[in-house]
């Protein structure tokens, strides 16, 4: 059975994932349909990436990966269908797949042919129009080339995100997402931290890593490794983001506790 992802930004109240939905039962029967997030803030595409980018991989071989936030909508950004890992990533090229390309290389790009779905599309709803129909042919396992053309070098839009940093024993960084919690996730891979490290954040320091939330009391704060392979800190039993008065590209320090050995 073949397994078609969805994140979108179009809430569940309106209606408008069912119809994407419809076109996907309709032309890709056999396909297990995958709701991953459809509460995605409007128009965040960095923030959707960031889903996709943690979620692409738990998938299988061959999974379809169908993300539609798309402010652009109608205008000069391409509809593309992109192969990364054996998997196919079809929606706007705005920058959605920044996190996915970053790992891995991209084995193929296609600009999808606005008629793909057989009638010319709604300028406001590629969605369902465009893209749906592009991810149920890749899923039913038809020829690529028929999606469209090929993107000259495979070169796809990537936003400018920062990268970590290290500066003599420190560790430089900023936080890439803020989650449903609160937690803040930053760019700094749980593989590169130094040992007892120490992290500083808007003029606060956490002084240890804690393994779990459990391991402090309610409403204090934490740092630990977090699931995603970077560090996250947070508050448990509250939101990190308020305690701080934290977003997005914050940044974060990471030193050495002093006495730690290398």
């Given at each position: 059975m073949s397994v078609v992802t969805i994140t979108t930004d179009f809430g569940t109240k309106d209606g408008y994932v069912g119809e994407v939905k419809g076109v996907l039962a309709t032309r890709a029967p056999e396909a297990a349909l995958v709701d991953v997030a459809h509460d995605v803030t409007p128009g965040d595409v960095r923030g959707a990436a960031w889903i996709l980018g943690r979620i692409w991989s738990r998938f299988p071989v061959g999974t379809v990966h169908l993300a539609v936030v798309d402010p652009g909508v109608g205008g000069a950004r391409t509809p593309v269908a992109v192969r990364v890992a054996e998997r196919w990533f079809v929606g706007p090229d705005n920058g959605l797949l920044t996190f996915v390309s970053r790992a891995f290389s991209v084995e193929e790009a296609r600009r999808i042919d606005l008629a793909i779905g057989g009638s010319p599309p709604s300028d406001t709803f590629h969605g369902r129009d465009v893209f749906a129909p592009a991810a149920a042919h890749l899923s039913a396992g038809m020829d690529p080339r028929r999606i469209g053309p090929e993107v000259e070098g495979g070169q796809i839009v990537e936003l400018?995100?920062?990268?970590?940093?290290?500066?003599?024993?420190?560790?430089?960084?900023?936080?890439?997402?803020?989650?449903?919690?609160?937690?803040?996730?930053?760019?700094?891979?749980?593989?590169?931290?130094?040992?007892?490290?120490?992290?500083?954040?808007?003029?606060?320091?956490?002084?240890?890593?804690?393994?779990?939330?459990?391991?402090?009391?309610?409403?204090?704060?934490?740092?630990?490794l977090g699931s995603g392979g970077t560090l996250e800190i947070a508050v448990r039993d509250g939101s990190a983001s308020e305690r701080l008065g934290v977003d997005r590209d914050e940044e974060v320090e990471v030193r050495p506790s002093p006495g730690a050995s290398a």
């Open positions: 400018p995100l920062p990268r970590p940093a290290r500066q003599g024993d420190s560790l430089h960084g900023h936080v890439l997402h803020v989650d449903h919690f609160g937690n803040l996730i930053t760019n700094l891979p749980n593989d590169d931290l130094p040992p007892s490290p120490r992290v500083m954040i808007s003029g606060v320091t956490v002084p240890t890593l804690s393994r779990s939330y459990g391991a402090v009391g309610r409403g204090e704060l934490l740092a630990s």
